[in-house]
């Protein structure tokens, strides 16, 4: 079973009010879900409404906005257990807004916060409104079979503002581990942990292992022992999962390059946020698709190829579709019999060929249904292919994809075509300042100054007509040159190396913010044969070595000490969780699935910022590691 699978099954028993087993006779109780944003996303890819409304949800509510008092209705809520969250369920409890209600929270209820929630309810006598109170473990959002995200936002800007201190670092870096924690609860089983030495993938690393090992010997503090959450059996116990964590520094130009595969290239240039897919068309309209792995066999098959082999296949696909169409059709009106190739495509009930002509009418539903989605998936690739003409982005591909034979001059000629958005050539001029290569000053200054000496190279009144989709990241020259400074400066002391101490304030604070974001919005473009350095790191730590000259830490919750020499170097066999901290992007998690896939069961890829939000804040999440990390 799926990580994706294992959390909707979660959701399930939860809105069962954690009952084991649904109710004998098929009756559903009707009930109210009362979530934090984080809890709302995380439902979001597992159940539609209408699948909220098969499991007797009325109504979804946010626990942070106004909510009448709705009594003889029990509500369920699912929320993290922070202060403010903790505050407003009191309150409700104060208010009396629902007759019974049922606690579940997405991260472990420390002892304190349920002391502090106990004494508020005692104070305005209403602990009786609380019937059940569980830790669901939830804290993260399945995407897909094989993705997940832990869907935080503001790491990458908060770890490099000069007024984040350590503890603020320690924080975000302990939230990190607690969340990742939910996803092995939910799996079921206990990993055993590699990740490079220094900086935050160690100190993850060392947390989640602390973390686990503390349930397992029943001293976490979370109501219960090893069996409560990791009742492995069988096979189970002997094929654990591995997880390598690493932080973006390992490849920070990755999420920067523009993509070349058709999910990636959804994501780049539409509003691509849980599996929806928000979109301008020429004609001004906003059109909104829902792409599902599940429900939708072209978007399984063909989201991972590249854009023009999805168009190929589209095209093909839609034309068999619209064939089968005209010969149903056509023999339904006449009572024709059906022919041979007909009858194959549509077997009887005993497995032969010979299918009725009512077996025929009843496929036709069916058939329709699949050529409503792939129309909607030709309206989505002619939107992206305008795009893509009106910034021109295959000649950035082109550069990006063999970045390091192109100089100084290459880059000004390039942009001085005027080719693009503004925001397209500060992602290649980064990508090219993350080559690898020796830059000289000089280098720098005048592709710099180049970029940014057009007064109009600005993207701030693009919208999603034009190729900007609503929400993207505004974009003008100052910011720009900051951003780049920042980044030079940034590479110059080792890549991700430190929070930049207090130097340029809140210009600093600015530039890291902006291409935290910048970072966010990128993918990357998927190379025929190229291996990616994360996937040869994940890789040389699935067969027991370092990868990339870095040091592995080593790391199993059910061994006291040290992990013996013989069980760091054995190459693991099973499942692998590839855990990135920082931006991530769709290209990263296709190539390491293609790479990985024929060498292990099941790769599942995370990246705690594969989800792109759009909106004012565009604070998303982003982590380096710190020179004080390491220290």
Request: charged share 20%; net charge neutral; aromatic share 6%.
């Amino acid at each position: 079973m799926s990580l994706q699978e294992k959390a909707r099954e979660k959701v399930a028993r939860m809105l069962r009010f954690n009952a084991a087993e649904a109710p004998a006779g098929g009756s559903t109780q009707w009930k109210l879900l009362v979530l934090d944003e984080q809890s709302r996303d995380a439902i979001c890819p597992l159940y539609s409404v209408g699948g909220l409304r098969k499991q007797g949800v009325t109504l979804h509510l946010m626990l942070s906005g106004a909510r009448e008092a709705i009594p003889d209705v029990p509500a369920i809520y699912l929320c993290r257990p922070s202060d403010e969250n903790i505050e407003r369920v009191a309150e409700d409890c104060a208010k009396s807004l629902y007759t019974k209600m049922h606690l579940n929270f997405s991260t472990r209820l420390l002892r304190p916060t349920m002391e502090s929630l106990a004494r508020r309810c005692l104070e305005s006598n209403s602990v009786g409104a609380i019937h059940t109170l569980y830790d669901a473990y939830l804290d993260f959002v399945a995407l897909e079979p094989q993705l997940f995200t832990l869907n935080q936002k503001e790491t990458f800007y908060g770890y490099n503002s000069s007024a984040g201190g350590d503890a603020a670092i320690e924080a975000m870096m302990r939230r990190t581990a607690e969340s990742l924690f939910t996803v092995f609860a939910t799996l079921g089983q206990v990993p055993v942990i590699r990740a490079p030495m220094g900086g935050p993938a160690q100190m993850v690393a060392q947390l989640l292992h602390e973390a686990l090992a503390a349930h397992l010997r029943g001293t976490g503090g979370g109501g219960g022992g090893a069996g409560s959450l990791f009742a492995e059996s069988g096979l189970e116990s002997y094929a654990r999962p591995l997880v390598v964590i690493y932080d973006r520094s390992v490849d920070i130009a990755t999420p920067l390059v523009h993509a070349a595969t058709y999910q990636g290239i959804v994501a780049d240039v539409t509003s691509y946020r849980l599996n929806r897919c928000a979109c301008v068309g020429t004609d001004g309209r906003q059109r909104t698709y829902d792409l599902d792995v599940e429900a939708d066999a072209f978007w399984r098959q063909q989201k991972g190829e590249s854009f023009p082999d999805a168009i190929d296949a589209s095209g093909r696909v839609l034309s068999d579709v619209q064939a089968r169409e005209a010969v149903l059709r056509r023999q339904t009106a006449t009572g024709e019999a059906p022919a041979p190739a007909a009858q194959a495509q549509a077997p009887d009930s005993n497995g032969g060929g010979g299918a009725s002509l009512n077996v025929l009418v009843d496929s036709l539903p069916e058939l329709m249904e699949k050529k409503k989605l792939l129309e909607s998936h030709t309206n989505i690739m002619d939107i992206c292919m305008g795009v893509l003409s009106s910034r021109g982005i295959p000649d950035f591909m082109d550069m990006e994809s063999d970045i390091e034979k192109y100089s100084a001059q290459d880059l000004i000629k390039f942009f001085e075509k005027g080719t693009g958005l503004l925001v397209d050539r500060v992602r290649l001029a980064a990508v090219w300042l993350c080559s690898g290569r020796e830059i000289s000053r000089e280098d720098y200054d005048l592709v710099l100054n180049n970029l940014c000496a057009n007064p109009d190279a600005s993207d701030a009144k693009a919208d999603g007509a034009s190729g900007n989709p609503r929400g993207a990241i505004p974009m003008d020259a100052e910011t720009a040159r900051k951003a780049l400074s920042w980044l030079r400066r940034f590479m110059s002391v080792g890549g991700f190396s430190g929070g930049m101490g207090g130097a340029g304030g809140g210009a600093e604070s600015a530039a890291a913010e902006f291409l935290g974001n910048l970072l966010s919005r990128g993918k990357q473009m998927l190379g025929s044969v190229k291996k990616y350095k994360t996937t040869n790191l994940v890789e040389a730590a699935v067969q027991g070595g370092s990868g990339l000259g870095l040091g592995m830490v080593h790391l199993d919750p059910k061994v006291r000490g040290s992990v013996p020499p013989a069980q760091q170097q054995a190459p693991h066999e099973g499942k692998v969780v590839a855990f990135c901290i920082g931006p991530g992007c769709y290209g990263e998690y296709q190539n390491m699935v293609d790479s990985l896939g024929t060498k292990v069961r099941d790769a599942k890829i995370n990246s705690r910022s594969i989800a792109w939000a759009a909106g004012a804040a565009h604070k998303h999440t982003h982590t380096q590691k710190s020179a004080r990390t390491r220290a």
